[in-house]
């Protein structure tokens, strides 16, 4: 599967902005999907996690309760609804998905998936 991540730009400190995942491919369904960022100078890190079916939701502790996992089986495409936004959340952000690892896994086997997005820039002024 293909991933085109879009929806970054520029947010001033407690603004929000909604990121895109879209993916090609008929079997869209069948796989978790999860959001990743990478700050500079720092790691990649999990953000948050989605199933197949859109059911269970996962979170990074950094980001539970301000940011929102969706997504639309029927477009093809994961969502990243982020608000309160802090300028530690500064970073480019990726989408991700792997048919072998289910989003609870995501948060730990990451390094491993195998289908990532470029990233989208995401930069909160404070």
């Known amino acids: 599967v293909q991933l085109q991540a879009f929806g970054g730009g520029l947010v001033q400190a407690g603004g929000s902005l909604r990121l895109s995942c879209a993916a090609s491919?008929?079997?869209?369904?069948?796989?978790?999907m999860g959001w990743f960022r990478q700050a500079p100078g720092k790691e990649r890190e999990f953000v948050a996690s989605?199933?197949?079916?859109?059911?269970?939701?996962f979170y990074a502790d950094s980001v539970k309760g301000r940011f929102t996992i969706s997504r639309d089986n029927a477009k093809n495409t994961v969502y990243l609804q982020m608000n309160s936004l802090k300028p530690e959340d500064t970073a480019v952000y990726y989408c991700?998905?792997?048919?072998?690892?289910?989003?609870?896994?995501?948060?730990?086997?990451?390094?491993?998936?195998?289908?990532w997005g470029k990233g989208t820039l995401v930069t909160v002024s404070s």
């Open positions: 989605i199933s197949e079916s859109g059911g269970r939701t």
């Open positions: 491919g008929r079997r869209f369904s069948m796989y978790a």
């Open positions: 991700a998905t792997d048919l072998a690892i289910n989003a609870q896994a995501m948060a730990y086997q990451y390094y491993a998936m195998d289908s």
